[in-house]
């Protein structure tokens, strides 16, 4: 019933083409279409922040966005990060310092923190609340992020 | 035994998973020819249907089928009810009214089901739903605590004389005497507003139907799955083994997750047999808002009765409770209320009433507190209305009044939510009000900081307020656990994890009792195919209950292992360690076998046995206490009110608290944290609002305040105490809801001494800008 669009998204350095309904959410097309699952979505309202990607190196919210709107573009999710076996020093860092519980809004976290630290590489405790500040939790009352966001910070420094 | 992991914090074992995107959330399930389901809701609050048509949406396109009410035929019913009425209360009067999965002649609250649509995905699914017609007679909407239950008021249960869904009253001792023998007495109307669970992820189901094996897999995102299991498989007709019902990963709980005979577990089992083909239907956040269960919103009137001295003498408290459009989850919610009302101080006579009230809104269950902050609330701000009475300091009047480490364990007489006679087991009081006193620096604050801060236009005020928290009630958990082939244990339970930590915790205290390393542990919650028996996470019971019963089985297991063992090694057992994976004659460490080889051994395939043996390196256990353990805690905070804006800014937040042992103190501060950011959320953000006809004006994160992060203070300081409990062998207490209890209690407290009004007392639960910047008005210009 719907006309179908050609898509070429780079997800996590592979380039998927693929013919997408125009109303297809960015956040479907990333867990459903390609079954890259470990990015969430919360309330489809571009509230929550369980779902944030980046696009083109700048954190967006997957579930407010067409998957046309992105064609051409560069993502990443978090399955760009580490690996079970060898995790990113952000993602050491959460575990370190306890900043998860469910995990459900965690990958939010993560890109949010990607794109932070690469802007600055050493904040304080201040600038690194504020920089998760659009990032809900209900797990953990934020203290345990934003002590993960400086260490995460420590351990890419000694890298 | 050496305990290298009970009271140690350690990494969690889950959290590679998680952080890697490679846990299995309830979205995560697409199974082969699944299709999709789409909820139709209703709009009005209060009405009668008299046609739902259905006719255009299953015309459409990819439209698989639509079904009402009338559709299930004799398979729709109300219920059951989730928990049984308060019958051993004497005199309790309850009218079930059992949630019903969709609307069949009637609509109670707005956002209730009035259609399913499934198709072949959720766009299309949805589409359809615009397409359903739904024609009504509109009825008068009742959503007022106190005129639902007025002579006038619209039924919204015809078969019942008004809308009273319960009244419970109970008594200790005796008010009447209380107020005789009072110098003065207090008294408040308090309200306490109402709060979403708000979990991240939000509810869903997944069900496939194998009718070649009649095995019916269902993955749910339910805090209960056994309870669940049980019903699913009476309705359908099916044995309890022919219904595995499967625990994902689950993205928080916080109680609106434990409620079952709703729409998804009702009707999509159905559906997915009828069509003989997978279904998911998974919540969106607006549904979450609107028809999963909330809580709080009761309306209390309370009375203290004191000495001049400030000693209670009685407590009175007549309360009013809101459970929405039906009573499923029972009297849960108030009886916590009544119950934690009188369980920090000596109240020697104590009357309370609850009368529950239907409502044309969304059902009311327990949202992380479950009628503990209502009790707390009450209680606490009774003691500050006594001590502007009687011109104590709010310190001072919970000091003389606090109940002593000598008064414990203490029979309340007040029946709780587990329908035992209350009995807090164990705790320490005056430690925990000390503690934290001493480490907020009140005093200094009184006499130096405050003064200095109003002297520079500045308005920061302190709070100091106790709460408890019943924890771990019955009647039971189970857990198997088995020492496996490859010498690795295996910890199996139909507990249900939200996020608590259990694949770490619970996997300590196998690892202590049975000399392996915490990461060769390998945890199961939630499955019935893999253990079949479970009540639900509710109550903070998870970690004291399955806990224990862990703790029993493991050391089931390691009794075997070591019988054989001494078999196998020719050494009595009294001469065997069991560490590092494999069991070894005490002087003679080369001599030895390891766990593995041991559970290989322990299933012989040739010759015979003793009369009783039973194979495997395998238990099970249950646990079930008496009663529940008592938690405990005293929480303060310095808070700074912007007299321009209103709003808030926490300096400190000092919590003493006290959960028996812990078994990870990192996992306990978790908790911790995210019990205190849900408390300050419902003090001063969160808000559900219903307006005049009955329509939630907060049905998303637009409108409901989500507390973030730069909304909690810098650090939460933690005071650990320790009163273990005396009812399980680990002294074991549960902390999930510690947090969430006293701070609107709190926070009220230190916005009133903020501003240092005279005649100021908040008497709501929550408060935002625009009230504080009123009061700061009045503080002005007093």
């Not at chain 1, 923190?113 to 797990?139: K, Q, Y």
């Not at chain 1, 934003?146 to 420094?157: C, G, N, T």
């Not at chain 2, 104590?350 to 009311?364: A, C, D, G, H, R």
């Amino acid at each position: 019933m719907t006309q179908k669009v050609k898509v070429a998204i780079t997800v996590n350095g592979t380039l998927y083409e693929r013919e997408v309904e125009p109303r297809l959410l960015l956040s479907d097309f990333i867990r459903h279409e390609l079954g890259l699952k470990g990015t969430h979505v919360g309330c489809e309202h571009g509230l929550c922040g369980a779902c944030t990607v980046l696009i083109d190196g700048h954190t967006a919210r997957s579930c407010t966005l067409f998957t046309v709107m992105v064609d051409g573009s560069d993502i990443k999710t978090v399955e760009s990060l580490g690996t079970m076996e060898e995790m990113h020093p952000i993602q050491e860092a959460f575990s370190e310092v306890h900043a998860l519980q469910c995990g459900f809004c965690t990958p939010g976290f993560l890109m949010t923190t990607v794109e932070f630290l690469e802007g600055n590489p050493n904040p304080t405790a201040e600038e690194a609340r504020e920089a998760i500040d659009g990032n809900f939790c209900r797990c953990t009352g934020y203290e345990n992020i934003v002590e993960a966001v400086q260490l995460a910070a420590k351990k890419m420094a000694a890298h | 035994m050496a305990e290298k992991y009970v009271g140690k914090s350690i990494k969690r074992n889950e959290d590679r998973r998680l952080l890697t995107g490679n846990s299995t959330f309830i979205d995560d399930i697409n199974l082969p020819g699944m299709l999709h389901v789409a909820i139709k809701r209703s709009d009005f609050a209060h009405a009668k249907i008299n046609k739902i048509d259905v006719e255009k949406a299953k015309a459409l396109p990819g439209v698989v089928a639509v079904y009402t009410a009338e559709d299930l035929g004799d398979y729709w019913r109300p219920g059951p009810l989730q928990v049984p009425p308060p019958s051993v209360i004497k005199g309790a009067i309850f009218n079930a009214r059992p949630l019903e999965c969709i609307a069949k002649h009637k609509i109670r609250f707005s956002g209730e089901p009035v259609a399913v649509v499934v198709a072949e995905n959720r766009y299309i699914a949805e589409d359809a739903l615009d397409l359903i017609d739904l024609d009504v007679e509109i009825l008068p909407y009742v959503g007022d605590l106190e005129k639902t239950v007025a002579p006038d008021a619209p039924l919204i249960h015809e078969d019942l004389e008004s809308n009273l869904a319960a009244d419970v009253v109970q008594e200790v001792g005796s008010w009447e005497k209380a107020v005789a023998e009072a110098d003065v007495v207090v008294k408040k109307r308090l309200l306490v507003n109402r709060v979403a669970g708000a979990a991240l992820e939000n509810r869903g189901i997944v069900v496939n139907w194998d009718s070649n094996l009649s095995l019916l897999t269902v993955w749910a995102t339910t805090q209960g799955p056994i309870p669940m299991r049980n019903s699913i498989a009476k309705y359908l007709g099916l044995l309890e083994n022919q219904v595995r019902l499967i625990n994902p990963a689950i993205g928080g709980g916080f109680g609106p997750k434990i409620m079952s005979s709703q729409i998804d577990d009702v009707v999509i089992p159905w559906i997915a047999m009828k069509l003989k083909r997978p279904v998911k239907w998974i919540e969106d956040r607006r549904e979450n808002f609107l028809a999963t269960t909330s809580e709080r919103d009761q309306l209390h009137y309370a009375e203290i009765a004191l000495k001049k001295d400030g000693t209670i003498l009685g407590v009175k408290d007549i309360f009013y409770h809101n459970t929405g459009a039906y009573n499923p989850y029972g009297m849960t919610v108030p009886l916590n209320t009544q119950a934690h009302t009188v369980s920090n101080y000596r109240v020697p006579n104590f009357l309370t009433e609850i009368k529950m009230v239907f409502t044309n809104q969304m059902v009311v269950t327990p949202v992380r507190g479950a009628g503990r902050p209502q009790g707390v609330f009450v209680m606490e701000r009774l003691l500050d209305a006594a001590a502007d009475e009687l011109g104590m300091d709010k310190a001072e009047i919970r000091r003389i009044n606090l109940l002593q480490p000598e008064d414990f364990p203490l029979r309340t007489g007040i029946i709780g939510q587990d329908f035992v006679e209350g009995v807090l087991d164990s705790g320490n009081y005056p430690y925990a009000l000390e503690q934290t006193y001493e480490k907020i620096e009140y005093e200094k604050f009184k006499k130096e900081i405050q003064p200095k801060a109003r002297a520079e236009g500045k308005y920061k005020g302190i709070g100091i307020t106790m709460f408890t928290e019943g924890t771990a009630v019955g009647p039971y958990e189970g857990c198997k656990v088995l020492v496996g082939v490859t010498g690795k244990v295996s910890v199996v339970t139909a507990y249900s994890n939200q996020g608590q930590g259990h694949y770490t915790t619970f996997a300590q205290i196998a690892a202590d009792n049975l000399g392996v390393k915490v990461t060769d542990v390998d945890v199961v919650t939630g499955d019935s195919g893999q253990w079949s028996w479970g009540v639900g996470a509710f109550a903070s019971r998870g970690i004291t209950l399955v806990g224990t019963a862990i703790h029993n089985a493991s050391l089931k297991v390691r009794e075997k292992a070591l019988n054989l063992a001494s078999k196998l090694l020719e050494t009595p057992v009294d001469e065997l360690e069991m560490e590092d994976g494999v069991v070894r004659v005490a002087d003679m460490p080369e001599k030895f076998i390891s766990l593995g080889d041991l559970a290989m051994r322990s299933n012989p395939t040739r010759g015979t046995v003793e009369p009783g043996m039973e194979p495997g390196l395998e238990a099970a256990s249950y646990y079930g206490p008496p009663h529940g353990a008592t938690g405990f805690g005293c929480l303060a905070m310095i808070v700074d009110v912007d007299p321009e804006t209103g709003k808030i800014k926490i300096d400190r937040l000092v919590v003493t608290d006290d959960c028996g042992q812990p078994v990870n103190p990192m996992v306990v501060d978790g908790q911790l944290h995210g019990g205190l950011q849900m408390g300050i959320g419902e003090a001063f953000y969160e808000n559900l609002v219903y307006d005049d006809y009955g329509q939630l004006v907060t049905a998303s994160f637009m409108d409901y305040l989500f507390p973030q992060a730069t909304d909690m203070p810098d650090k939460f300081e933690i005071i650990h105490s320790q009163t273990k409990s005396p009812l399980n062998p680990l002294g074991i207490k549960g902390v999930g809801e510690a947090g969430a209890i006293a701070p609107p209690a709190c926070m009220m407290q230190a916005f009133e001494d903020a501003l240092g009004l005279k005649d100021m007392f908040i008497t709501e639960s929550s408060i935002n800008p625009s009230k504080l910047y009123h009061y700061v008005q009045k503080a002005k210009s007093a």
